[in-house]
């Protein structure tokens, strides 16, 4: 009986471990598909957005009433919501920007003195904010992107409510701000993302309409990308290639979904938000699960009537892109260490004290470099011979660095050597000889002058 009851649970887990792995990878290895997560505490809109350590912060917005400094965590992991020390100056509007895993918080609308520049850093280690120097030019309705280590504000609306084109950077190690090429056409609540240290300001409001403005950080300088299938107001977010193919995707205030290729510039669509008139929502992505948050309704309560009643929601959108499951072939490259494959010297016996290192890697490298038997690296060119190995075990490993900074390392190879034998020399078995038939010769003469006389 026990041994029936002990079968029967062990296939009732089995069969409930496959339940619960086909219904995660249902929800993970769908492609281009929307679902419910769980809602922040405070509905609101206009919010910054942004992910440290994997964990999103949805920091000030608006609600339905009232600008606020409301600062909510989310793990989604655990799909849970905690609230964290809000920011100091409520704002909405605002520009948003991670550097070495602080947020910094940027420009944003007030309750009474409109656009500032205001710039507030948050510590979500320790829970803490500070205030660091200033925007020189106040500002909202603007992204912040970080490249090498500096985040670049570009465009938004003065405090005069004026759409502008500047460009002013800020260095967080130096708490210092300075001036870069302008846009070409000042632009407003735009999308905006980074690829190959390129600022991308997508859409948004400005008097040429649907543009796609590249900014080259390196050379300083102002290209044109194909612009957008629809204008107008928008939020952008980018996969990286953890999880998915490298694109922008673009999210508008009619919920469509339009996807950028930045390698080959082109435009798909994918899924629509789901959420029917939401407006002013934030967007961010983790390990390439996008997640849209928070925002604003619009109705119209009059249908011939251009009112809109504005009603802040909390919602907690997860969108899973196109192709997820699939990284992008770049990115593997670029953070996958280079495989070393060793063909010489093998886990063998070798009756030879010299061995050729004969080995092979998949990608270009920066430098090679071997140890034998734990000793100091040494750094090589290629294929070698390595010489005088005294007879005994040797382990042996080939390491390699790409030229992204990755360092791959064999297997360990573990052999033995032994020198030959050694055997005479050509002049040493002459003299033997030699020696051998003079010794014969003698006892020769000896026995035939000592002849025993034969007795009759």
């Not at 550097?99 to 940027?106: E, F, G, P, V």
């Not at 789901?274 to 928070?294: C, M, Q």
Request: hydrophobic share 40%; charged share 15%.
């Amino acid at each position: 009986m026990n041994r029936i009851y002990t079968k029967t649970v062990l296939v009732v887990s089995l069969l409930l471990c496959i339940i619960n792995i086909w219904s995660v990878s249902g929800i993970t290895m769908r492609q281009n598909f929307w679902v419910t997560r769980t809602p922040m505490h405070v509905a609101r809109g206009a919010m910054g957005i942004a992910v440290v350590d994997g964990k999103i912060y949805a920091i000030g917005g608006s609600t339905a009433t009232d600008i606020v400094s409301t600062n909510e965590q989310y793990n989604p992991i655990t799909d849970t919501w905690v609230l964290r020390q809000p920011m100091p100056t409520p704002r909405n509007f605002l520009a948003i920007a991670v550097y070495q895993s602080k947020i910094y918080c940027i420009g944003g609308y007030t309750r009474n003195a409109g656009a500032i520049g205001v710039n507030e850093v948050y510590d979500p280690n320790t829970d803490a904010w500070e205030i660091k120097t200033p925007m020189p030019t106040s500002r909202a309705d603007m992204q912040a992107n970080l490249v090498n280590g500096k985040i670049y504000c570009i465009g938004g609306t003065t405090s005069k409510g004026v759409v502008t084109s500047v460009n002013e950077v800020y260095d967080p190690s130096t708490d210092s701000w300075s001036n870069e090429s302008s846009l070409p056409v000042a632009t407003a609540f735009y999308a905006s993302t980074v690829f190959n240290e390129n600022v991308y300001i997508i859409g948004g409001v400005s008097l040429a309409g649907k543009l796609n403005q590249i900014f080259d950080t390196r050379t300083k300088l102002w290209t044109s990308g194909a612009p957008p299938p629809n204008g107008g107001i928008e939020v952008a977010v980018a996969t990286v290639g953890v999880m998915a193919p490298q694109r922008f995707y673009v999210l508008n205030n009619d919920g469509v979904n339009q996807i950028y290729d930045p390698k080959k510039d082109t435009w798909t669509l994918g899924s629509s938000i789901p959420t029917k008139d939401l407006v002013k929502f934030g967007v961010t992505a983790v390990n390439d699960s996008i997640y849209v948050i928070g925002g604003t309704l619009w109705t119209h309560p009059y249908p011939l009537s251009d009112f809109v009643n504005e009603t802040a929601v909390a919602d907690n959108l997860l969108y899973m892109p196109i192709d997820y499951g699939t990284p992008d072939p770049s990115y593997v490259l670029q953070t996958t260490p280079p495989r070393i494959s060793v063909q010489s010297p093998l886990n063998e016996a070798y009756n030879e004290s010299s061995l050729s290192l004969v080995f092979t890697v998949d990608k270009s490298i920066s430098w090679i470099s071997y140890s034998l038997d734990g000793k100091t690296n040494l750094t090589i060119n290629g294929n070698i011979t390595l010489t005088d190995l005294s007879n005994g075990q040797h382990n042996l490993t080939v390491y390699a660095n790409d030229t992204y900074g990755n360092i791959g390392a064999s297997e360990v190879f573990s052999f033995t050597t032994a020198k030959p034998e050694s055997f005479p020399t050509l002049p040493a078995v002459a003299v033997s000889v030699f020696a051998v038939v003079v010794v014969v010769a003698g006892l020769l003469v000896y026995f035939k002058k000592h002849k025993p006389v034969r007795m009759l």
